[in-house]
């Protein structure tokens, strides 16, 4: 029956032609949030080949009743009940880029999308580490932790951030059954040693800062909640990433339960205590407190002396763990990106923390060569990862990325196009405006005003107005 529903609201007596025109109607309204003016020809066509693909995810689980109110049919219970669910969406994947993407482009559905994983949340008990459609355990951490703690810092409404904010909470401080799809890995080292233990878990480092930054995200959740005691205590253990940062190497390393270095240490090897990368892919897992981070290093002269040094040194890679060549390291040693692999998803922040570091020409000169050189209607970097690849390529052609998704920023990079028009909610337009697209900007302004940091807010940016880049 409700499959009848479905097609008689779906086709119903519609011609093919009629079918085609309204899909096309449909797609048109969303490229129109985003108009790109400018340009080449591939450009434009690779931005909205981007813009297609990022919002082909998470695919929609719900259907309507007589009354156009959601159910679906819950894979977290096994039940048919109300309200609406989405599938096939990896936080690892997406919290990066496509989470702050639709945070900015298309809030409303957003916020129910979230709503989704709440439900998930009540439906199942646990929230969900990778949504496929039901509890699947893939990758590693609690990435969900991000896209709540990043709503909240947003103050994004519309779904019920009180019950999101028990689950998250539940995962950070009891453990669940990683091999199931829910709870942190490695959980029991990290309250007891303030990190995850090589001894334990062989992806112990991903692990490790992939919690530190989780905590940082709940710490957002509790605030927006009021929920004082629990923020200050979360906060204080988003610094755990601190118990792997090796002052000799200038790296995060494996660490035993002993608090013994894991040896030997080989900065290209791939896999354990990483995941899907090595030491200098995942040296910079701090989005949360990249300050921090840099300082450790010995500053920002260190800093920007690392990061050259990724992108200069041959792309070259040691199997490890994975005993063979997999993908992700073929797709690393077949550009001229060095150490960088943007294939994927560890590294989209790292060029932006050249800005911090108060190089912002390489992070405009970087930024640029991946946009041009990995990006096209006939290539991509890697796998697009439900979204995500197309998301990182999206912000980045706005002009600003979001180096810290929990946090309500972003930091200013330069925009592709010279005019992009955003319509954003209550009918507010941003403009920006770049006056020399083939040229590093030697400076912004936003509503005429200079911009002195490297830093735009996202209630500057969700208030309208007008980004510019100066030649």
Same mark, same amino acid.
């Given at each position: 029956?409700?499959?009848? *529903?479905?097609?008689?609201?779906?086709? $119903?007596?519609?011609?093919?032609?009629?079918?085609?025109?309204?899909?096309?109607? *449909? !797609?048109?309204?969303?490229?129109?949030?985003?108009?790109?003016?400018? $340009?080449?020809?591939?450009?434009?066509?690779?931005?909205?080949?981007?813009?297609?693909?990022?919002?082909?995810?998470?695919?929609?689980?719900?259907?309507?009743?007589?009354?156009? &109110?959601?159910?679906?049919?819950?894979?977290?219970?096994?039940?048919?009940?109300?309200?609406?669910?989405?599938?096939?969406?990896?936080?690892?994947?997406?919290?990066?880029? !496509?989470?702050?993407?639709?945070?900015? @482009?298309?809030?409303?559905?957003?916020?129910?999308?979230?709503?989704? !994983? +709440?439900?998930?949340?009540?439906?199942?008990?646990?929230?969900?580490?990778?949504?496929?459609?039901?509890?699947?355990?893939?990758?590693?951490?609690?990435?969900?932790?991000?896209?709540?703690?990043?709503?909240?810092?947003? #103050?994004?409404?519309?779904?019920?951030?009180?019950?999101?904010?028990?689950?998250?909470?539940?995962?950070?401080?009891?453990?669940?059954?990683?091999?199931?799809?829910?709870?942190?890995? #490695?959980? =029991?080292?990290?309250?007891?040693?303030?990190?995850?233990?090589?001894?334990?878990?062989?992806?112990?480092?991903?692990?490790? +800062?992939?919690?530190?930054?989780?905590?940082?995200?709940?710490?957002?959740?509790?605030?927006?909640?009021?929920?004082?005691?629990?923020?200050?205590?979360?906060?204080?253990?988003?610094? &755990? !990433?601190?118990?792997?940062?090796?002052?000799?190497?200038?790296? /995060?390393?494996?660490?035993?339960?002993?608090?013994?270095?894991?040896?030997?240490?080989?900065?290209?090897?791939?896999?354990?205590?990483?995941?899907? $990368?090595?030491?200098?892919?995942?040296?910079?897992?701090?989005?949360?407190?990249?300050?921090?981070?840099? #300082?450790?290093? #010995?500053?920002?002269?260190?800093?920007?002396?690392? /990061?050259?040094?990724?992108?200069?040194?041959?792309?070259?890679?040691?199997?490890?763990?994975?005993?063979?060549?997999?993908?992700?390291?073929? =797709?690393?040693?077949?550009?001229? %990106?060095?150490?960088?692999?943007?294939?994927?998803?560890?590294?989209h922040h790292l060029l932006y923390i050249y800005a911090l570091a108060?190089?912002?020409?390489?992070?405009?000169?970087? +930024?640029?060569? +991946?946009? =041009?050189?990995?990006?096209?209607?006939?290539?991509?970097?890697?796998?697009?990862?439900?979204?995500?690849?197309?998301?990182?390529?999206?912000?980045?052609?706005?002009?600003?990325?979001? /180096?810290?998704?929990?946090?309500?920023?972003?930091? @200013?990079?330069?925009?592709?196009?010279?005019?992009?028009?955003?319509?954003?909610?209550? &009918?507010?337009?941003?403009?920006?405006? &770049?006056?020399?697209?083939?040229?590093?900007?030697?400076?912004?302004? %936003?509503?005429?005003?200079?911009?002195?940091?490297?830093?735009?807010?996202?209630?500057?940016?969700?208030?309208?107005?007008?980004?510019?880049?100066?030649?």
């Amino acid at each position: 029956y409700q499959a009848e *529903r479905n097609l008689d609201r779906e086709l $119903g007596t519609k011609s093919l032609e009629q079918v085609r025109t309204e899909a096309k109607t *449909r !797609w048109s309204e969303y490229f129109d949030r985003l108009r790109v003016e400018g $340009g080449t020809e591939q450009q434009q066509q690779t931005f909205y080949s981007c813009l297609y693909r990022a919002l082909l995810f998470p695919r929609i689980w719900h259907e309507p009743d007589n009354e156009g &109110n959601p159910h679906h049919f819950s894979p977290y219970s096994g039940k048919v009940v109300s309200g609406v669910m989405y599938a096939d969406h990896g936080y690892w994947d997406v919290y990066r880029a !496509w989470y702050p993407m639709m945070s900015i @482009v298309f809030p409303e559905r957003l916020a129910e999308i979230l709503q989704a !994983w +709440v439900n998930a949340y009540t439906e199942g008990g646990w929230l969900p580490q990778f949504p496929a459609p039901g509890y699947r355990a893939c990758m590693t951490g609690s990435l969900i932790d991000s896209i709540f703690g990043d709503a909240a810092a947003k #103050g994004l409404r519309g779904f019920d951030l009180a019950t999101a904010y028990a689950g998250l909470k539940k995962h950070a401080t009891r453990p669940g059954d990683p091999d199931r799809g829910y709870g942190r890995r #490695g959980i =029991e080292d990290y309250l007891r040693l303030g990190y995850v233990s090589s001894d334990h878990v062989s992806q112990s480092v991903a692990e490790t +800062v992939d919690a530190a930054y989780g905590d940082f995200c709940i710490a957002q959740v509790a605030k927006a909640l009021g929920h004082h005691d629990d923020a200050a205590m979360f906060l204080k253990r988003s610094h &755990n !990433w601190r118990n792997l940062f090796d002052p000799v190497t200038g790296f /995060l390393r494996g660490k035993q339960a002993n608090g013994a270095w894991l040896q030997p240490f080989d900065e290209l090897e791939w896999g354990s205590p990483y995941v899907e $990368g090595s030491a200098w892919q995942h040296r910079w897992d701090v989005q949360h407190d990249i300050p921090g981070l840099i #300082g450790a290093m #010995g500053g920002n002269a260190t800093a920007v002396a690392a /990061l050259d040094k990724m992108l200069a040194l041959a792309p070259a890679f040691h199997v490890g763990a994975y005993g063979q060549e997999i993908h992700e390291m073929s =797709e690393m040693a077949a550009v001229d %990106f060095g150490q960088y692999a943007q294939s994927n998803q560890p590294v989209h922040h790292l060029l932006y923390i050249y800005a911090l570091a108060g190089r912002p020409d390489r992070t405009q000169y970087w +930024v640029r060569r +991946v946009m =041009e050189n990995l990006y096209s209607p006939q290539a991509f970097p890697g796998d697009e990862d439900t979204g995500s690849m197309a998301a990182c390529y999206l912000l980045s052609a706005l002009g600003f990325y979001p /180096l810290c998704p929990g946090k309500a920023e972003y930091v @200013v990079g330069k925009s592709l196009f010279p005019a992009i028009t955003i319509k954003l909610p209550q &009918n507010k337009i941003l403009r920006i405006q &770049n006056d020399a697209p083939n040229k590093s900007s030697q400076s912004a302004s %936003f509503d005429g005003r200079p911009l002195t940091s490297s830093i735009l807010t996202h209630s500057t940016l969700m208030g309208g107005g007008h980004l510019r880049f100066h030649s």
